[in-house]
């Protein structure tokens, strides 16, 4: 079975106790790249992307025989994601208040690392989504980035499709007006 199959025969195999094996490393191969990137978006630095990376996948493979619907695998990936990903970004909150208040400390760590290998547009552009509420980053960067729809994305959050809207319409709002005030 290659990367190609589709997400029934891998829930199969990663339901089956002779090939779960296997069918974790086709969905690694698979998934496990987008992964890292949708989860970087989020925590910002490598090692903390690395880190909650390696939880969400302990999380899947323990996990996995709970799932029963293919339709429902991805969404249950990056609920798993989401919520590692938080997971690390509230380990760093012991100095500050909230989530929300990291904005300042992860664009230190952006511009460290991202310094090197991005481009000013896209720095830019990094820089204002740590400007925005966790919520809203993150509502941005699953439709921005990772083109999921508001129903993807409300079985990964569990917030409503309207909500989700809101969010997505703000963050865009914000991102745009910070891209303009920030100009090279």
């Known amino acids: 079975m290659d990367i190609s199959q589709n997400n029934g025969q891998l829930l199969k195999m990663l339901n089956s106790d002779e090939q779960r094996e296997q069918g974790f490393r086709l969905l690694m ?16 630095g490598h090692d903390d992307a690395e880190d909650a990376l390696q939880e969400t996948c302990i999380q899947i493979y323990r996990k996995i025989g709970q ?7 991805l969404p249950w990936i990056y609920r798993i994601a989401t919520r ?14 909230s989530i929300d ?3 300042n400390a992860l664009e230190r760590k ?7 290998d991005a481009d000013d ?12 509420p966790t919520q809203q980053r993150l509502t941005f960067c699953m439709r921005y980035y990772d083109d999921l729809s508001y129903e993807e994305m409300s079985s990964i959050t569990g917030k409503r499709i309207g909500t ?9 709002s914000k991102v745009k007006s910070y891209i303009k005030a920030h100009e090279i």
Not at 67 to 73: A, S
Not at 84 to 97: A, D, G, N, Q
Not at 164 to 172: D, I, R, T
């Open 67 to 73: 799932l029963k619907n293919e339709d429902q695998l």
């Open 101 to 103: 208040d990291l904005g």
């Open 84 to 97: 590692e990903s938080l997971r690390v970004l509230k380990h760093h909150t012991r100095l500050f208040r």
């Open 29 to 44: 191969k698979k998934y496990g790249r987008p992964l890292y990137f949708y989860i970087r978006r989020i925590v910002v």
């Open 164 to 172: 989700l809207k809101v969010n997505y319409s703000y963050a865009v």
């Open 110 to 116: 952006l511009t460290t690392e991202y310094s090197m």
């Open 121 to 132: 547009t896209q720095l830019l552009l990094r820089k204002a989504l740590l400007k925005l």
